[in-house]
């Protein structure tokens, strides 16, 4: 194996380098941009001292690379996006959507490194090759030496044969790679690999590397994204198998191919065909959807010889996915917020506990804890390890399940004693012991879950959530003692209600939903009596959260005024604050689109309905006022004309008693004459025949 090539002048390597790296919104891509720009230029020159391992064992690369504060010295990230539409990345110091090729080959002048990521678009193969050959067509015009990562995939390899046919455990390294055989649907792979390499000759000017990645896994997820869901919900029993599993694949956690690419950059070795996974032999019994399913049916044995002998890298996962799956599934949570919602509603009988436990685990997708069910579901459980099993099995395992019915038989025992000793009732060590089981129960670990009405008491509580392997009984009261972390419920919900509101809601509660339950009129005032009294002393149930710093969230359903406890739901929503869970599956987003499309419309139809309602009423209105303006209209004439008729009465008879028979005398004279002039006629006739001077 050559030596890398390590400047002499390494001191004076410039501090700063721009490094362009392809869908920096893509998983892959994203975590290497987020990496490179926590890392100080020249870092992995520096080899790691034993402290400095001892320290990154103690704490998790993921929050570093995670972190989007950029530190002095580091590599300046740039890069393209799948998505026009991503939001801002803020370890990036810019990026490019819908470039043009010269637009983009500006940019890539621009930087001192150029890493294209193909492991998750095959689409970006044509443009990588592209690029490769762009730049080094304009190869003179470079100011200093530039650097071309192609972080391609070991699918380039798949059909390699063995390198011994009668010892298939010998595994293949960094000096095979001309031997390698690619997977049938990878030739465009193999073929940027080999353009990459090609171009690579003037390594003064422009340094080319390929660095085969194994199946990357780590942080949110990458391709086993799906086994962590299918595992994180629950749904099925186990998760399935494809083949009979045996095959081995090559992989390596995405921080430690940054990791690599980082050490390539930093040392520019002399060798520039690159292998990138860890020290795990390990195979996979779990499938993906189809368009992973070459990735998990290779069977290849591979050693980054090159890379563990020359490069310094921090490694997250050396040894494999296996062997660092605790990690590996906390930072997979962390980065995909998914953490546990666990809430304990407490408070007097019929003040809602359970109604708004169904709607929080409903919101929150949470489990619903009822100490009824959670008795019912032990015991069963019990009474099927006691049931007589078919089939035969090997002694060592007859003697466990011989172990374990004679436990479960004992364990039943003592509960139908205890049973038959207090009515009915059980004793608070097996309700505890029950409910801590559950709780405890990978379901309840991963989503959370609703505790409905227990704990009662202080030492119900003390007794659930403190630690088992606490020596100690008595504690200093004030001080706080340790608390099983894993169990704890995060929010704690009071619901209280005056006496008198209660009763009444209890009373008014159907008669068929009462019969048979606690609300009949005995037992509720029993139970009602038997809350206050024990929560009237110095240590209730609320005191043991108190000390332990997780306050009750205090509700007074009374005065809120809701039957259906909308209003107190909605407060507790605020409180708790968003769902930390994968959010709503295709299925129930169709649902809810479909849903918020039937309210669309029927708002749009109640607002026409609305519409033309308030303008047949503004018609109807504005006919009526019509008609009655019209009808008054008439009136006021009618009225008019009967004013007149009475006012025209006396100058009527005046002008029928005085004027008008002398008139008509005139006039019919003025016929009969017709004279020239019958004005001047009629007024000599009126002045001579006037009545007063006769």
């Known amino acids: 194996m050559a030596e890398e090539e390590v400047p002499a002048s390494v001191e004076k390597v410039v501090r700063i380098q721009r490094v362009f790296i392809n869908l920096l919104d893509t998983y892959s891509s994203g975590n290497i941009g987020k990496f490179l720009s926590n890392c100080v230029v020249g870092a992995s020159l520096e080899e790691i001292t034993d402290e400095e391992e001892e320290e990154d064992e103690n704490k998790s690369a993921a929050p570093e690379a995670a972190s989007a504060k950029l530190k002095e010295g580091t590599f300046q990230i740039v890069g393209t996006l799948a998505k026009s539409e991503s939001i801002r990345l803020e370890f990036a110091v810019e990026t490019y959507s819908a470039l043009s090729r010269e637009e983009l080959l500006m940019r890539l002048m621009e930087c001192d490194v150029v890493i294209y990521n193909i492991t998750e678009c095959p689409q970006q193969v044509e443009e990588a090759i592209w690029a490769v050959s762009a730049l080094n067509e304009e ?410 710093e997780i306050h009750p969230i205090h509700i007074d359903v009374g005065k809120l005024e809701d039957a259906q406890n909308r209003l107190a739901i909605k407060q507790l929503i605020k409180e708790i604050g968003e769902p930390r869970n994968y959010g709503l599956t295709d299925e129930e987003k169709a649902e809810e689109e479909r849903r918020a499309a039937e309210g669309r419309l029927a708002r749009e139809a109640a607002e026409e309905a609305e519409r033309e309602h308030n303008e047949a009423v503004e018609m109807a209105e504005k006919i009526a006022r019509w008609e009655e303006w019209n009808k008054r209209l008439e009136e006021v004439k009618r009225e008019e004309r009967e004013l007149l008729e009475a006012q025209s009465i006396p100058l009527r008879n005046y002008l029928m008693t005085y004027v008008m028979p002398t008139l008509m005398q005139g006039v019919n004279e003025c016929c009969k004459v017709r004279p020239e002039d019958p004005v001047d006629f009629l007024a000599e006739y009126l002045f001579k025949h006037n009545p007063e001077t006769q």
Request: charged content about 30%; hydrophobic content about 40%.
């Open 139 to 548: 190869i003179s015009h470079f100011e200093k030496r530039k650097v071309f990562v192609l972080i391609s995939t070991v699918m380039t390899w798949a059909r390699s044969k063995p390198l011994d046919p009668d010892d298939s455990e010998i595994p293949f390294t960094e000096e095979d790679y001309r031997r390698r055989k690619h997977h049938p649907n990878f030739l465009d792979h193999i073929n940027a690999e080999k353009m990459v390499l090609k171009f690579g000759k003037n390594v003064r000017k422009f340094a080319t590397y390929v660095v085969a990645a194994g199946l990357q896994y780590g942080m949110e997820g990458g391709l086993l994204h799906t086994f962590f869901k299918t595992a994180w919900l629950g749904e099925v029993p186990a998760l399935s198998v494809f083949g009979d599993g045996s095959n081995i694949i090559p992989a390596i956690h995405v921080l430690d191919l940054a990791g690599v690419i980082q050490n390539v950059i930093d040392h520019v070795p002399k060798v520039h065909y690159l292998v990138a996974v860890d020290e795990s032999v390990q195979t996979l019994e779990d499938v993906v959807k189809q368009e992973c399913l070459d990735h998990l049916l290779v069977n290849l044995r591979m050693e980054a010889l090159f890379v563990k002998e020359n490069f310094n890298i921090r490694w997250v996962a050396q040894t494999g996915f296996v062997e660092n799956i605790n990690n590996i599934l906390k930072e997979y949570k962390q980065s995909r917020g998914l953490l546990p919602i666990k809430i304990c509603i407490l408070g007097p009988p019929a003040v809602g506990k359970s109604s708004i436990a169904v709607e929080l685990c409903k919101y929150y997708k949470l489990h619903h804890i009822k100490l009824k069910d959670v008795i019912s579901e032990a015991i069963a459980k019990l009474e099927a390890i006691v049931a007589p099993q078919e089939g035969g099995e090997e002694e060592g395992e007859e003697e466990e399940e011989e172990e374990n019915v004679e436990d479960a038989q004992e364990l039943l025992d003592g509960i139908k004693e205890s049973m038959e000793q207090n009515a009915g009732r059980l004793e608070d060590q097996y309700i505890i012991r029950f409910v801590k089981e559950k709780l405890k129960s990978m379901p309840c670990r991963n989503q959370g879950y609703v505790l409905d009405g227990f704990p009662k008491t202080y030492d119900q509580a003390k007794d659930l959530f403190n630690q088992e392997d606490e020596e100690e009984e008595e504690e200093i009261r004030g001080k706080m003692f340790p608390f099983d972390k894993l169990i704890i419920p995060e929010f704690v919900c009071a619901l209280d209600a005056s006496d008198e509101f209660l009763k009444e809601r209890v009373m008014n509660l159907p008669e068929s939903l009462v019969a048979g339950t606690h609300y009949t009129q005995d037992r509720f005032l029993r139970a009602l009596s038997n809350y206050r009294d024990i929560n009237t002393d110095d240590e209730t149930v609320f005191n043991y959260f108190d000390e332990l």
